[in-house]
């Protein structure tokens, strides 16, 4: 790609979304208020099961005084829209995600006069985060926390392998924040690494707002001396941008087509209080000590766009649970070279639970696959094994597979004490107080819904003929105005 | 997580979430609604977790 062809970004995504799902990009123009009325609406939109992207033009911040910037939500809240990001479709979209992340591209470098995000720069005393339409969403959190962020650190050695993931920023005052590295990340290792061999702060960076592609592919599971720019550029399907930043200049490269660049230093010692904030499971976190971040400078576009994450809901069960599908596929494969698809459902926040389809051609790969899937990612926790047929996309249609094909006594496998999540509800604390990232077990487990497998035989599930349902048009036989007042039912 | 405990806050009555590890580090709760810092034992009320629920 030459650097002068337009990259993709979100404004390049926005555009495509407008011309090919013009309903499902929302503008709203009326006075928005950041404590809580963006959460109110998208969970409103949740409940009737629409997931369009809205923009907010018209916001008035927590004090009540009008924001500078637009804010963008619900991004990802479509699995059509994130199909579309990753030229896929609803039902191979982590699949195909998976595909592409491995398939590495070296990033490109561009000068600072052809990157977006450079369009005004502020520095120190210039710098002041209170500005963005950073939204109260939930009634317990006491401040202000940026989701939408990708933490980037670059390698204490060679200085060209970048590590990206979403990590929380609480806003503490206009030029520090705290930062939610939690411990064996990947940036948490090279913060203690750095502090450990030098005794300094670490130089990070948090960039917002980029194509879904992008943002998506910060979330891929690799290995740390793996140039996570590199996998985004996989994601993306073309090399991601790079420009020098302010602080570092060619030392540290920042993401030239992102809508905001924030950049700092990481102190050795400080620790600041991240306070109580919602979690993708759907509880509040207590109030941790985190590392925080000094501010040195933010770049953004002259109208940038500031993309937030709806937590809690579909937008950010899909941020995190399409790319894990990708992984969980690539595992379960291994031992069941017959799995056909993998889908991590809203039900259980896009972590919890996972749905394996298989095709089934020999006895015990059911709890092959739930052994498999359950080594994969901490937060996974419960597996259910489904046979081909099923629709692994309709919660429904799995549990009637559960209802119907597995008997507890031979087809549940539980392990207990396995790692997991912190913010799991149930999860037993190793002793009490310890928030360390391998201090908290719980009880994983699966159920294998599959049929017995070939040539042993099984009832036969009821069907109308193919042709016919085919043939058959609903509003042949009722009309489109009277179908379209039929309330649906519960 | 099935240790964090529940405090009321002396400042405005709401109940919040702490984590032990403050109690544990004598670090003031902070009150999310009113930005009160009071020291745990200050708490109107704590509701511990049981114990039974932390030993694996």
Redesign the interface.
Known sequence: MSTGQHAKDLRSFLAEVKQRYPEELITVEREADLRFEISALLVKLDRAHKFPVIQFTNLRDVEGKPCAFPLLTNLFASRRLCALALDSSVEKVGLDYDIRSQQLRQPVIVDRSEALVKQVVRKNDQVNLFEFPVPLPYH????RTILGSVITTVDNHGGNTYNCAYQTLRLISPRKVTVGLGEGTHNWERYRERVETTGEGLPAVAWIGHHPAACMGALTRVAIDIDEYSVIGGALGEPLRLTPSETWGENFLVPADAEIVIEGIIPPKERG?H??RADFARY??????RPVMNVQAITYRRDAIYHDIHLGGRDQDHLGGIPLEGSLYRAVKQSVPTVKNVHLPSSGCSRFHAYIQIKKTAAGQGREAIVAALGVDRRVKHVVVVDEDINIFDDAEVLWAVATRSRWDRDLVVI??MICT??????????????SYHA??VAKGGIDATMPAPPEPFEIRIKVPDEVMRKVQLEEFVAKDLLSRIPPDA | MASSMRVVCPGCDEEFLVSPQFERMKIPAKCPFCEKEFPIEQAKKVVRPSPMLLVK
């Open positions: 317990m959190e006491g401040g209080r306070g109580l509040y976190s207590p109030e941790t000590l207990s004490n912190t913010r799991d509800p149930t999860a037993y604390a190793g002793s009490p107080g310890d928030l908290y077990t």
